[in-house]
């Protein structure tokens, strides 16, 4: 498996920003960093991508490290429906989700 | 655009009989994925089909499951004979054929709502 290490839980207060860290230092060349989150009773979301460089999309910002064994999901204004678990993963098409981080935002 | 669905949303079994999950993708994804989440485990993959061809099937846990995607559309997950440790919650997902994006090639997957089994 493709492991990733991510801290178990995370809060943020509400309208500020969220940086959710990710280690995964087994990541081969040609693998992808996927962030995925899911909201309580619904299937995983995908958030965002990225392979080498920094990525940027209307639900968040993806930071990869210059040697690829990290990456930081960027959450701008955190709102409470941003409340989910946050997975990274990187694999091809056999997703591997870990545990995730459990994000609660606080109003 | 229809998402992925997902039938039934739940499912309540006896241990030994027989459940059918299944799964409809995204109109004209040909990737279609099945994942599932048992009792305080992480989400695991099951296994991949490219159309109606099993792809990879390394994540299926035994003999008991057989998954089907006759015609390349809809997909089935039936469970025979149903253990305890089935219950869970069972996701699909399914994704286009990767696409070039001017230097990269990607496929993101669009989960479904999962089905919920619990056998007792």
């Known amino acids: 498996d493709a492991k990733t290490t991510q801290p178990n839980s995370m809060e943020s207060n509400e309208e500020e920003p969220v940086h959710l860290p990710c280690n995964h230092s087994?990541?081969?060349?040609?693998?992808?960093i996927h962030w995925y989150r899911q909201l309580p009773s619904q299937g995983p979301e995908y958030v965002i991508h990225?392979?080498?460089s920094n990525v940027n999309n209307r639900m968040a910002s993806l930071a990869i490290a210059e040697d690829r064994k990290s990456s930081t999901l960027i959450l701008h204004r955190a709102t409470l429906r941003d409340a989910a678990v946050y997975y990274c993963?990187?694999?091809?098409?056999?997703?591997?989700f870990g545990t995730g981080t459990s994000l609660t935002v606080i109003p | 655009e229809a998402g992925v669905t997902q039938f039934p949303s739940h499912s309540v079994i006896e241990k030994g009989q027989t459940v059918t999950l299944r799964c409809d993708p995204i109109?004209?994804?040909?990737?279609l994925y099945w994942y599932r989440r048992v009792m305080g485990k992480e989400i695991k993959f099951l296994l991949h089909?490219?159309?109606?061809?099993?792809?990879?099937e390394s994540g299926m846990p035994n003999n008991r499951f057989l998954a089907e995607r006759t015609g390349g559309t809809y997909s089935t997950l039936k469970v025979q004979p149903a253990e305890l440790e089935d219950s869970g919650v069972y996701f699909c997902?399914?994704?286009?054929?990767?696409?070039?994006?001017?230097?990269?090639?990607?496929?993101?997957?669009?989960f479904g709502p999962g089905t919920r089994l619990t056998v007792l």
């Open positions: 993963i990187h694999t091809g098409n056999q997703f591997y």
């Open positions: 990225g392979l080498t």
């Open positions: 089909f490219v159309k109606e061809s099993k792809q990879d």
């Open positions: 109109s004209g994804h040909d990737n």
């Open positions: 997902a399914s994704s286009p054929r990767p696409r070039w994006n001017g230097g990269e090639t990607y496929n993101e997957q669009f």
């Open positions: 087994t990541i081969s060349g040609t693998d992808y």
